[in-house]
């Protein structure tokens, strides 16, 4: 487990060794000291120029962060967990920390980042984590943001993806007043499998925005894109999702669905998936959906004796368990149904 605490690395409370046999997790202060070829190569792998303001503005603040590198043909079991605390100390702050993810050549490992704050303290997270698998590598990534609802985070997830690598990536959003995720994928050799799912469960005036791109440039590739969303009270859901098929992208199989549940009259969603397609022999779909509990279902239940709260929050948490279950590593899986399943039984819905 590593800890950033109000935005900063805390590395003597990283819990287990920071290098063993097939990782080295190494803090950026050490690796810009060093000037590390490592990270220097992986931070010149994007056009800054190129970047959006809010990737520039934490490239500009870089210092704090750390780079996780996995070598090659290793297999590493344990869940590698990036935990960020936010406390009361941190009001009115601005974090900007970066992780860097090195898988090389079939290597193996499963990432977890988690946001959360001890009160309702109101900050400003803008985070960025570029993750980069190598030929034959596997990597599991998931993002939990559940920070206080007077929080604000834009959040970047970059993934490079070379031939025939898997990348599993699951992003859950449950805190923040407003929060944004942009989560970019390239697939660059043939032989690629990316999954890209995400939760996102709002209340109260919560806003988050979710953004995917999946960049197909070469043949022989799969992607699967399901994102679910579940609004009560006054929230707002963003989905903006893009398959993009190049030329030489042929035999591409792309699949994208943005599915989403409404409690409330005051909830809105706007939801935009797209296919940019430009080579001719490709399987793509992309579709939306929308709606509401069916009153029949929701009597059904309390004809079962059970109240209408419960009825709603049954139907509800089976409705996002779907998605959840989509993913494939036990421990990530497990700790996404402990997470849903505490966050309905705090909180009152359709209300």
Do not use: M
């Not at 792998?45 to 210092?63: K, P, Q």
């Not at 690629?192 to 022989?220: A, E, K």
């Not at 509800?316 to 402990?338: F, I, P, S, T, W």
């Amino acid at each position: 487990e590593l800890v950033f605490i109000d935005g900063l690395f805390q590395a003597g409370l990283t819990s287990g060794p920071v290098q063993e046999a097939g990782i080295t997790i190494t803090p950026f202060s050490d690796a810009l000291e060093r000037r590390s070829d490592g990270l220097q190569q992986s931070l010149s792998y994007y056009d800054a120029t190129a970047s959006d303001a809010f990737t520039g503005l934490n490239t500009a603040l870089l210092g704090q962060g750390v780079v996780i590198d996995i070598a090659a043909d290793t297999a590493f079991e344990p869940l590698i967990h990036v935990l960020h605390i936010a406390t009361h100390e941190s009001a009115g702050a601005l974090f900007a920390p970066r992780l860097i993810v090195n898988l090389a050549h079939h290597a193996q490992a499963a990432v977890l980042e988690s946001w959360t704050a001890t009160d309702d303290t109101t900050s400003f997270t803008n985070t960025v984590t570029d993750l980069f698998a190598a030929e034959g590598a596997h990597l599991a990534y998931c993002k939990i943001q559940d920070e206080s609802r007077s929080a604000y985070h834009v959040g970047t997830t970059r993934v490079h993806q070379a031939a025939n690598s898997n990348v599993q990536a699951f992003t859950l959003n449950l805190g923040a007043q407003l929060a944004r995720h942009n989560l970019d994928i390239i697939v660059d050799g043939e032989g690629c499998d990316s999954t890209l799912d995400g939760l996102y469960i709002l209340q109260g005036n919560q806003h988050v925005d979710n953004h995917t791109t999946v960049d197909h440039r070469f043949p022989h590739c799969e992607s699967s894109q399901l994102y679910k969303g579940l609004l009560d009270g006054k929230s707002r859901g963003v989905f903006n999702g893009k398959i993009f098929v190049r030329q030489a992208a042929q035999k591409t199989n792309a699949y994208q669905l943005n599915q989403n549940l409404l409690l409330s009259p005051g909830t809105r969603i706007d939801t935009k998936p797209q296919l940019e397609i430009y080579a001719d022999d490709v399987r793509c779909t992309h579709g939306a959906t929308l709606g509401q509990l069916a009153e029949d279902e929701i009597f059904y239940l309390q004809s079962r004796c059970i109240n209408r709260e419960d009825a709603i929050k049954l139907l509800a948490r089976g409705y996002c368990q779907e998605v959840v279950y989509r993913v494939k590593h036990d421990g990530l899986r497990n700790l996404l149904h402990q997470y849903v399943r505490a966050h309905f039984c705090l909180k009152r819905l359709g209300q």
